[in-house]
């Protein structure tokens, strides 16, 4: 029961309701910003060269910068050379060779791919739709 001159419950809740969401807001605030700061910046994806050595083999080169790992600039390639390979009409490649080096904070990568309409043959090889899905879901550009 209440007595006189009291607010209803109700009203009291309210007002403890409206001081806890700021300070919610201002505690998430905090929490993202620190995880920005403490978190490595991501690979810069700094574009693809693509030279058709003959009818199927395909020679890519890749730039990428920031906070990039060999193993980045290699995936970057072989997202171009996926890429690549649905635009000339094939559905597969196979990959023989990848060099990374870097320069400057730079990494490059110089790979080779064979490309062909039919699963070609060797334990390296790549369907070129399921590739190209994960780089897109990954945020990897292609060509």
Request: hydrophobic letters at 40%.
């Amino acid at each position: 029961m209440r007595k006189h001159g009291q607010k209803p419950r109700w009203r009291r809740s309210r007002r403890l309701r409206l001081a806890f969401i700021p300070s919610v807001a201002l505690a998430a605030c905090a929490v993202g910003d620190t995880d920005v700061a403490r978190g490595p910046s991501a690979p810069s994806y700094d574009g693809i060269v693509t030279r058709l050595l003959d009818d199927d083999l395909v020679n890519f080169k890749v730039a990428v910068s920031g906070a990039a790992s060999p193993a980045d600039a290699s995936q970057y390639a072989e997202c171009a050379a996926a890429q690549y390979t649905l635009i000339r009409g094939y559905s597969f490649a196979r990959h023989l060779r990848t060099t990374v080096d870097e320069d400057a904070g730079v990494l490059r990568a110089d790979a080779v791919y064979t490309i062909s309409p039919n699963l070609p043959r060797g334990s390296r090889t790549i369907d070129a739709e399921v590739v190209v899905a994960d780089c897109t879901q990954s945020g990897i550009p292609t060509v």
